[in-house]
C-alpha cells in the first residue's frame, strides 16, 4: 500500500458517527440537546461553586473540577462533529488530529484520577465524618487536582507523540468520532503490535487501580450506610451512591471497552457508539447526577440569580 505524507499539512477525514448512522438527522438533533445540557448544567455548576463562598469547601473543589474536565471534554470533540456534518467537510489536519488527540486523552486521563478521588472523598465524609477536614484539607485537594491533571497530561502527550510518529497510508479516512489512539493505529503501514501491547497495558495501569478504588470506597460507604440507625437516610445514601456508581460505570466502561479489550473484539460501528457515551453523555448526566440535585447547589444559583436580578434592576 502507498504511503502518504503523514508530516505537517496533511491531514485525515474523520468519518464519524453521523456519517454512518441511518437516521443522521436525528442522532445530529440528540447530540446537540446532549450537548447543550451538557454546557448549561456543567456551566451552571462552576457558576455556583466558583461564586458563592459556601460552596468553597473540598467536595465542591473537586465536582468544580469535574465539570470543568466535562465542559473541555465535550467541547474538544462535539462542535467539530456537529461542523462536519453540516458543512460536509470531514477533513482534519494532522496538527489537529494530533492536538485533539492530546486534549481528549489528558481531559480522559484526568477525569479517570478524579473520579477515584472524588470516591475517597465521599468515604471519608461518610465514614470518618470527624477526620474529614484533616484527611481532606485544601492543600491535600488541591494536590489531588494537580496530580490529575499532571500524570493525564504526562500520559497523554507521550501517546500522542508515539502514535503521530508511524508512517500512516493512503487511505486517509478515520472511522471514528475523533482522532484516538486505536482507530488511527488502524492506518499505519508499519507494525504496531508491540505499541498496540503497550497501550493495553498502559490502559490497564490507568484505568484499573482507579476503578478499584472506587468500588472499594463505595463497598465500604455501603457498609456504613447500612448500619445506620434512619430508614430515610439509609435510602438516601443507597441512592446517591447507585447514581455515582451508574456515570462510573459508563465512563470506566467505555474507556476500558476502547483501550483495554483487544481491537479484533469490537468494531469501528461500535466504538463510534461508545465514543459518544464518553464524550458526550456522560459529561451531559454528570452534573445531573452529582450536583444539581443537591439542595446546597440549588440554593447557591437562587442566590447568584437573585443577585444579579437586584443588580439589573438598580
Known sequence: MEHWNSTLGSGFILMGILNDSGSPELLCATMTVLYTLALTSNGLLLLAITMDA????????????????????????????????????????????????????????????????????????????????????????????????????????VYTVYTM?????????????????????????ADTSRYELMVYVMGVTFLIPPLVAILASYTLILLTVLHMPSNEGRQKALVTCSSHLTVVGMFYGAATFMYVLPSSLHSPKQDNIISVFYTIVTPALNPLIYSLRNKEVMRALRRILGKYMLWTHS
Open 54 to 157: 459556601q460552596l468553597h469547601v473540598p467536595m465542591y473543589l473537586l465536582l468544580g473540577q469535574l465539570s470543568l474536565m466535562d465542559l473541555l471534554f465535550t467541547s474538544v470533540v462535539t462542535p467539530k462533529a456537529f461542523m462536519d456534518f453540516l458543512l460536509r467537510e470531514n477533513t482534519i489536519s494532522f496538527e489537529g488530529c494530533a492536538l485533539q488527540m492530546f486534549l481528549a486523552l489528558t481531559l480522559g486521563g484526568a477525569e479517570d484520577l478524579l473520579l477515584a478521588f472524588m470516591a475517597y472523598d465521599r468515604y471519608v465524609a461518610i465514614c470518618h465524618p470527624l477526620n474529614y477536614m484533616v484527611l481532606m484539607r485544601p492543600r491535600v485537594c488541591w494536590l489531588m487536582v494537580a496530580t490529575s491533571w499532571i500524570l493525564a497530561s504526562f500520559s497523554a502527550i
Open 165 to 189: 510518529h508511524y508512517p500512516f497510508c493512503k487511505a486517509r479516512e478515520i472511522s471514528h468520532l475523533l482522532c484516538e489512539i486505536p482507530p488511527l493505529l488502524k492506518l499505519a503501514c
